[in-house]
């Protein structure tokens, strides 16, 4: 497959269905040009809000100290704002090694996994972030609830799940509708987490969609 250098229209299409290889291939093809359509042209806030809500969640922690884990990294974008706030202990995990390349040519990451988020172990102990941040990685296609209960068996208790996501998805996308949210509420239901706030925000400098993030306090 060749280099794309435009989203691939498959890629965030809600009538699609593809496994996280399919989805995997495509990042790869279109690591070297997403930056530059995604955050260049149509300046995705995503990364940006993300990253603010993890440094104000945290609150007065050490910067220096708190272990993040940026989950579907890839190209470090998130990684970036974080280090911009002083955040100097970050990892990175994504199923897409070509994305992973990009992200790892930053030198913001200490640890970079290549692996699908879902249901799956993730190849880290349990409790070890403080801090784990999801930009843009719910959309069609992409990261589902499933991966929910694995993102808080890696969080410390009193550690921070951050979400943030295009808010329509929550409405259109098949695998979101009457299950991400409920997902959420019935992890607090069971007392692995509570919510701190659920806040939409412009999600495009120049587009006209919002953004939706989510704030969670693992228990
Ligand atoms: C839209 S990009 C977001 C990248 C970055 N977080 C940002 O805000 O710019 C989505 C990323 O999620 C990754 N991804 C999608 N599904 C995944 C899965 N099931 N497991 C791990 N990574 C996944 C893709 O490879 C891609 O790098």
Known sequence: MSAEKKTPPEMF??????????TA????????YYEEEIITQRNCRAPRVCAGAVAKA????DRGKARVLDVGAGTGACGEELAKLGFTNIDAVDGSQ???????????YNRLICAFVGPNRLDIEADTY???AC????APNHLKEDCLPELIRVAK????????????YLYIVE????KLEPAMARLQDEGLWERVSRDVFKMYEVEDKDGITFVFKVL
């Open 98 to 108: 070509g994305m992973l390349s990009q992200a790892e040519g930053k030198h913001i």
């Open 13 to 22: 299409d809600p009538k699609c269905n593809m496994t996280p290889e399919m």
């Open 25 to 32: 291939k495509l990042y790869d093809n279109w690591s070297g």
């Open 58 to 61: 945290l609150g007065g922690s």
């Open 135 to 138: 930009s843009a990685v719910f």
């Open 130 to 132: 403080d801090a784990i």
């Open 175 to 178: 695998d979101y509708i009457d």
């Open 157 to 168: 208790p009193g550690g921070y799940i951050i979400i943030t996501l295009r808010e329509e």
